[in-house]
């Protein structure tokens, strides 16, 4: 289905910035599986909430509530005890992976019945660990399609990595749902004056929002020029990103030779993992999966690996967020409403934005 905004729909979407209100019944991610070793206790914050997560003695993960019900220290500062449970550094009660005191060490070492933390749904897919943040039972079926960082050779996967935003998170989606930014804010590496103008369409599908730029017979920007090293001057760039409730974004990117197919072009898969710390913070995990690998040889393709990860982290951390984050500091300190200009470049952030409205407003209905 092609998208046409109507008026109505655009003024509305302009109340809808940076809203602060979350989707609880849904997979979060909270880190990548390779981040909790066994006896690893890891504390984070998600939408608010404070979560321990850590490894059980068969390898399988827990999350609990990272909050103490005594007096309230976080059991990520504990210990793993007897393979499950999570002792609190302070006073030592435990606790089980169904959040239940087992153990009271203290007085007649009752365990009243309100020594309990709540525990949550977790699992690992796609390299990474999901959490389920809402009270209804946990739908597997909908933790967002990363197939593609699956069964990849390791030099066609870049470092699995992670910045903080300082923003609310629908500001860093609202960045990546528009591209167009690339033609500016990472002038020659991901973008160049020659991909300002890209025929744009915007799709849904099903819950998904898809936004696919495409710009003919342009200079290749720098990072395909590093994947590709013999890539044609003239090139054809495609950019193609799909944004998936709540918060992961998964782009597919690249150049090919002028009128040949995406297929037969050079890029990569592009993996963005979005979770809310709270209204003004973001975790942001990102990776990339190379296709059309043209480059010849380990040693190169280490290379390539790397600098595409060390590009990608400084266009992330040093051309973003420092933008996103001064645009959440203006939007706080505004002393009137704030009701952004809206271009044709918006059409993704405005859709998105109103499926994800209404899945807000659905679990908040009676
Ligand atoms: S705060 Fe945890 S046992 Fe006292
Ligand atoms: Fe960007």
């Known amino acids: 289905m092609n998208i046409q905004l109507g008026h109505e729909a655009l003024v509305h979407s302009k109340k809808q910035l940076a809203s602060g209100t979350y989707l609880h019944n849904a997979w979060y991610v909270a880190a990548w599986s390779q981040d909790i070793a066994p006896g690893k206790?890891?504390?984070?914050?998600?939408?608010?909430?404070?979560?321990?997560?850590?490894?059980?003695?068969?390898?399988?993960?827990?999350?609990?509530?990272?909050?103490?019900?005594?007096?309230f220290a976080p059991l990520s500062m504990g210990a793993i005890v007897g393979g499950d449970k999570i002792q609190c550094p302070y006073h030592g009660l435990e606790y089980d992976t169904s959040g239940m005191c087992t153990l009271n060490p203290?007085?007649?070492?009752?365990?009243?019945?309100?020594?309990?933390?709540?525990?949550?749904?977790?699992?690992?897919?796609?390299?990474?660990?999901?959490?389920?943040?809402?009270?209804?039972?946990?739908?597997?079926?909908?933790?967002?399609d990363f197939g593609v960082m699956d069964n990849q050779p390791e030099l066609?996967?870049?470092?699995?990595?992670?910045?903080?935003?300082?923003?609310?998170?629908?500001?860093?989606?609202?960045?990546?749902?528009?591209l167009s930014h690339t033609s500016y804010l990472h002038a020659g590496i991901l973008g160049n004056q020659d991909t300002v103008e890209s025929e744009i369409n915007v799709d849904q599908d099903g819950?998904?929002?898809?936004?696919?730029?495409?710009?003919?017979?342009?200079?290749?920007?720098?990072?395909?020029?590093?994947m590709w090293p013999d890539v044609p001057s003239k090139v054809d760039k495609f950019t193609r990103i799909r944004w998936m409730a709540p918060s992961t974004l998964r782009l597919v990117t690249g150049v090919c030779r002028p009128g040949e197919?995406?297929?037969?072009?050079?890029?990569?898969?592009?993996i963005h993992l979005l979770t809310p710390e709270n209204d003004g913070?973001?975790?942001?995990?990102?990776?990339?999966?190379?296709?059309?690998?043209?480059?010849k040889g380990d040693e190169l393709?280490?290379?390539?690996q790397e600098k595409v990860a060390a590009t990608r982290?400084?266009?992330?951390?040093?051309?973003?967020a420092p933008v996103i984050e001064a645009q959440q500091r203006i939007i706080d300190n505004s002393q009137t409403a704030v009701d952004p200009l809206i271009l044709a470049i918006d059409v993704g952030p405005v859709r998105y934005k109103q499926v994800l409205k209404r899945l807000i407003a659905a679990e908040q209905a009676p």
């Not at 393709?301 to 390539?304: F, H």
Request: hydrophobic content about 35%; charged content about 25%; some cysteine.
């Open 313 to 320: 982290r400084f266009a992330f951390e040093e051309q973003d």
């Open 207 to 226: 819950e998904d929002i898809v936004v696919s730029r495409y710009a003919r017979a342009g200079e290749p920007p720098g990072m395909n020029k590093l």
């Open 41 to 71: 206790l890891l504390g984070i914050t998600i939408l608010k909430e404070p979560v321990v997560i850590y490894r059980m003695a068969d390898g399988k993960l827990a999350a609990l509530e990272d909050r103490c019900a005594h007096r």
């Open 106 to 144: 203290h007085g007649n070492k009752h365990i009243p019945p309100r020594a309990r933390v709540r525990s949550y749904p977790v699992t690992e897919k796609h390299k990474a660990i999901w959490i389920w943040m809402g009270d209804k039972p946990a739908d597997h079926s909908k933790i967002p």
């Open 156 to 178: 066609h996967t870049t470092k699995l990595d992670k910045i903080m935003v300082k923003a609310n998170y629908e500001l860093v989606i609202d960045n990546l749902l528009d």
């Open 281 to 295: 913070s973001t975790h942001y995990w990102f990776t990339a999966v190379r296709f059309g690998v043209f480059s």
């Open 261 to 270: 197919t995406p297929e037969q072009g050079s890029g990569y898969h592009a």
């Open 301 to 304: 393709n280490r290379q390539i």
